[in-house]
């Protein structure tokens, strides 16, 4: 199990669901637009439901202010682009956020940290159903939750789970990987999902269709897959550490000094760096860093959280500087 919690950062569900009589909201007014908001809201956060949702909508926020939510995994890249017709609600724990007027009208999307699919449909469904109890979903007996995209039709449900995979990635197996999982039904995307690269060694690993199986039944297919790629990655580090051990080592440490002494670094360079500290953590390597959260640095690390810890504008050169101070303060305190 804590195996399990070092190699899985994060789970997610999200729920796509549609509004019977509007438009898709590629197509629809702003009118409707706001109409859609207002129905959610009012689901949400009507009467007496303690819930406490706070409600955003995406032309109040600066482009920064909208990159940190997507860094942070609290709203999508497309739902950032619908600056006109796009907002979201937010749990006060911000684990649970529903977007709405994305690529459908709504999308419930619930956030663990570790291997937590299942809590996570539960709070996902909960919100369903209070949703659905005041909203018209757009459904069909045969095909299920009519959704904008194809693929998303049935359950609506996509199930992920972020993966910490470096010892696949450096010994070039992820391409492999990435082709078996996907003759499955399963995709393996990048950090911050659909056409988006992979950082730090980390991916997403998620049902690419929701036709035809229960919830229930895709969080167990995934699952299954994911303890098979976490076994895969625990060989590929015992591997390593007996056939490997000085060169890895040297690997590490080299990392742990460049954290911890370079005056400036890139995203994509810090991302790398960490995720080899990450690893010498966890192999047992490196002692220095055990009460450290190396993950949650990854997301401090990100472009626009640095500008926001700044409350500034910064060229790429001194946001640079920034990352690589920030850095050396949270490893070095």
């Known amino acids: ?84 017709k796009g907002a979201f609600l937010l749990s006060p724990d911000n684990d649970t956020s529903i977007m709405i007027n994305e690529e459908d009208h709504i999308r419930i999307q619930t956030l663990g940290l570790g291997m937590c699919l299942n809590e996570c449909w539960d709070k996902g469904n909960k919100l369903d159903d209070i949703l659905e109890e005041k909203l018209d979903f757009a459904f069909d007996r045969e095909l299920g939750y009519i959704t904008s995209c194809p693929t998303n039709i049935g359950t609506g449900m996509r199930a992920s789970v972020m993966l910490h995979l470096p010892a696949l990635s450096i010994t070039n197996q992820i391409d492999k990987l990435m082709y078996a999982v996907s003759q499955l039904g399963v995709a393996v995307r990048g ?105 949650n640095l990854m997301i401090k690390a990100q472009p626009n959280n640095i500008l926001s810890i700044t409350n500034g504008e910064l060229s790429v050169k001194e946001r640079d500087i920034k990352r690589a101070e920030l850095i050396r303060n949270e490893l070095t305190d």
């Open 191 to 295: 950090v911050y999902g659909e056409g988006t690269k992979s950082m730090g060694h980390l991916y997403q690993i998620s049902n690419q269709g929701t036709l035809g199986a229960s919830e229930l039944k895709l969080i167990d297919k995934i699952t299954q897959i994911v303890v098979q790629i976490i076994d895969k990655e625990k060989n590929t580090r015992a591997l390593l550490s007996k056939n490997n051990k000085e060169e890895l080592e040297d690997e590490i440490y080299r990392a742990y000094g460049l954290l911890t002494y370079a005056r400036s670094m890139s995203t994509d360079e810090a991302m790398k760096l960490i995720s080899f500290v990450k690893l010498g953590k966890e192999m047992g390597i490196i002692d220095k860093v055990q009460n450290k959260d190396l993950y």
């Open 1 to 84: 199990m804590d195996k399990e919690k070092e190699i899985v950062m994060t789970s997610r569900i999200r729920l796509a669901r549609n509004l019977n009589n509007y438009k898709f909201p590629t197509k629809m007014t702003s009118e409707e637009a706001l109409n859609i908001i207002n129905d959610a809201n009012n689901a949400i956060n009507g009467d007496s439901s303690n819930l406490n949702y706070k409600l955003t909508y995406m032309k109040d926020l600066s482009d920064v202010e909208k990159n940190v939510l997507i860094e942070r995994h609290l709203i999508s890249p497309a739902l950032a682009e619908n600056k006109d």
